[in-house]
């Protein structure tokens, strides 16, 4: 996929714990790493656990992490499309490939829950505005290898082709279903699968949803509001119930929930001036976290990683008054990966000069508690 380009300083408090690494280290591993720097200052601790070059050479794009494992694609160089999907073993330190693009195809946005991996296989798009990409979603057990496809589409925008997320046995996605004549508007739904029993769903389709994350049997995702802008909404997986509105600002753009934490960017449209944090089922109120924030943000069990305006990648109790801290430099984040965050783990990706487009990044996967 043509990928957008993404590009936080807050000082407060942070306790970094560095430790060997504890299984074998791939090659390149140093354990420790850049987080051996830190200095503790409080509840919030950050415990690297491994810091590694892939052993295959080449751009990383959208890296993922789930339970033991991380993820990503990867391209030969940054003008090329990506051609492999790459799933890291961190039980073992090994990674393999898992899905290699046929000619003219690309794979893209890997995701992943227990030892099931979804990515899309789609056209290569030619520009963000290339209305003429196809795709579908495919399926690898890591465990038992084979692979399957579960659903297709297009040919659809760029910007509409999906970004699959997973959880417990569950992936879902947003589509664009285009009009049904030339003069009908096209529309997006929510499309939701189960893994076991292979069943497809239509969880939403009214009210423009995207932005779409699965947790504890339920689908959130941002949707236009009822009176006017656009807000967070809640659905079930399982009941066929209506949409429940979760926050009311009208102003949502971006929005992101994992395990305990709903996270999300404001304004819905151009730079991102707010950045806002709700625990989910512990509070009614929402903390606002950065003001100053280039948005990006992803949710952790409880912590929430994004980039500031100056481009560090910040990490950040989710808790109202929670600490907050740089975890990678701007001088050494690699934006391509962009990053990751499981129930306790945050996962990024550094190089020595980021002007260098086809530097070899270091992968960084660190363990994250909140406590005193």
């Known amino acids: 996929m043509v990928k957008r380009s993404i590009g936080v300083t807050i000082a407060v408090s942070l306790v970094v714990i560095a430790c060997g690494s504890p299984t074998p280290s791939p090659r390149g591993a140093q354990p420790g790493g850049a987080l051996q720097r830190g200095k503790a200052l409080g509840p919030l601790h950050v415990r690297a656990l491994r810091e590694f070059v892939p052993s295959s050479s080449g751009v990383i794009i959208n890296i993922s992490a789930w339970a033991h494992s991380v993820a990503w694609a990867q391209a030969p160089n940054a003008d090329a499309l990506t051609q492999a999907i790459i799933a890291y073993d961190m039980g073992t330190g090994t990674s393999r490939v898992v899905a290699r693009a046929k000619a003219?195809?690309?794979?893209?946005?890997?995701?992943?829950?227990?030892?099931?991996?979804?990515?899309?296989?789609?056209?290569?798009?030619?520009?963000?505005?290339?209305?003429?990409?196809?795709?579908?979603?495919?399926?690898?057990?890591?465990?038992?290898?084979?692979?399957?496809?579960?659903?297709?589409?297009?040919?659809?925008?760029?910007?509409?082709?999906?970004?699959?997320?997973?959880?417990?046995?569950?992936l879902a996605w947003v589509e664009l279903i285009p009009g049904v004549s030339k003069d009908a508007a096209d529309v997006t739904r929510i499309v939701a699968y189960d893994l076991a029993s292979r069943r497809t769903s239509v969880l939403v389709e009214h009210g423009n949803p995207a932005a779409v994350s699965l947790v504890g049997g339920n689908a959130y995702y941002t949707g236009d509001s009822p009176g006017k802008g656009r807000d967070v909404f809640r659905v079930s997986l399982n009941d066929?119930?209506?949409?429940?509105?979760?926050?009311?600002?009208?102003?949502?753009?971006?929005?992101?929930?994992h395990a305990s934490v709903l996270c999300w960017e404001e304004p819905v449209t151009g730079q991102s001036k707010s950045l806002w944090i709700l625990p989910l089922g512990t509070a009614t109120t929402p903390t606002r976290v950065d003001n100053q924030n280039d948005g990006n943000v992803v949710a952790g069990g409880n912590f929430v990683l994004w980039d500031s305006l100056d481009g560090h990648l910040m990490i950040r109790d989710a808790a109202p008054s929670g600490p907050a801290a740089v975890l990678a430099q701007a001088s050494e984040l690699y934006l391509p990966a962009r990053w990751a965050a499981t129930d306790s783990l945050a996962v990024w990706a550094t190089v020595r000069n980021i002007a260098d487009l086809n530097a070899v990044p270091r992968i960084h996967i660190a363990e994250v508690s909140v406590g005193s």
């Open 104 to 170: 003219g195809r690309e794979v893209d946005f890997p995701v992943g829950s227990g030892t099931q991996l979804a990515y899309i296989d789609a056209t290569g798009a030619k520009s963000d505005s290339d209305t003429n990409v196809s795709w579908t979603i495919v399926v690898v057990d890591l465990a038992r290898g084979g692979s399957r496809v579960i659903a297709s589409g297009g040919p659809t925008y760029t910007f509409f082709v999906p970004h699959p997320v997973m959880d417990s046995g569950v």
């Open 240 to 257: 066929r119930l209506p949409p429940t509105q979760v926050t009311r600002s009208g102003q949502v753009g971006d929005a992101r929930a």
